[in-house]
């Protein structure tokens, strides 16, 4: 993951990095609907509904997160990394397999450092 430095122009922009973003293999590609699932705001409430955090309502909604498989629950699947995607709940990139498991799509898996596409 590289990183890309502002230019300084302003004194605000003097320190200012983002990722480049390189290693996305398609950028407008959306994510696969199956694999993603709602992710509820909390508003400062706990269980009961009772606010336990003061000034936390309202705001942006959230999106939703992306399904991993950080357990690795079946083993010894063969399968094909088919693109590396961008998730914006995780500092890491997502690898997406080509594998289908009787269920259904195969959920991906963070992608280690230096990991690439066959």
Same mark, same amino acid.
């Given at each position: ?11 605000? +922009?003097?320190? &200012?990095s983002?990722?480049? @973003? ?11 609907? +199956?694999?993603?699932?709602p992710?509820?705001?909390? &508003? ?7 606010? %336990?955090?003061?000034?936390? &309502?309202g705001?942006h909604?959230?999106? *939703? %997160?992306?399904?991993?498989? @950080?357990?690795?629950?079946? #083993?010894?699947?063969?399968? %094909? ?9 995780? %500092?890491?990139?997502? *690898? ?5 498991w #009787?269920? &259904?799509?195969?959920p ?11």
């Amino acid at each position: 993951m590289g990183v890309r430095y502002y230019k300084p122009v302003t004194s605000g +922009s003097t320190r &200012g990095s983002v990722s480049d @973003f390189v290693e996305i293999t398609d950028k407008k590609k959306k994510p696969e609907k +199956s694999l993603l699932e709602p992710m509820p705001k909390k &508003g400062g409430r706990n269980f009961q509904g009772v606010i %336990t955090t003061r000034f936390r &309502g309202g705001g942006h909604k959230p999106g *939703a %997160t992306r399904v991993i498989d @950080f357990k690795r629950i079946k #083993d010894h699947v063969a399968g %094909t990394v088919v693109s590396i995607e961008y998730d914006p709940n995780r %500092t890491c990139r997502i *690898a997406s397999s080509s594998t289908r498991w #009787d269920e &259904g799509l195969y959920p991906g898996a963070r992608r280690p450092q230096g990991g690439r596409i066959r």
